[in-house]
């Protein structure tokens, strides 16, 4: 079900992308039309993009607590860089 490919492009992939190939993967399972091996791998394949959605979703939370707007309420005259060490 999933290649060696697909596996090593995890990270390459954006938010939404792999939002839809989790989606499809849990469709697939439920229907119950893959064999044990093949559930077996879309399962781990599952749990990694569930693991990369979470890791993008920290990084965006992040990146929006670190915009402030100053006492005015007026857009702020730079930004500043993101640094997930913050």
Do not use: W, Y
């Amino acid at each position: 079900m999933t290649s060696l490919n697909e596996s090593k492009n995890i990270n390459a992939i954006s938010f939404e992308e792999a939002l839809r190939e989790l989606e499809a993967i849990v469709t697939s399972l439920e229907r119950g039309d893959v064999s044990l091996d093949d559930a077996i791998a879309a399962f781990e394949r599952g749990t990694a993009l569930k693991a990369h959605c979470q890791e993008r979703l920290e990084e965006a939370r992040m990146k929006v607590e670190q915009i402030r707007l100053p006492e005015d309420s007026k857009p702020p005259d730079k930004a500043s860089a993101f640094s997930p060490e913050n």
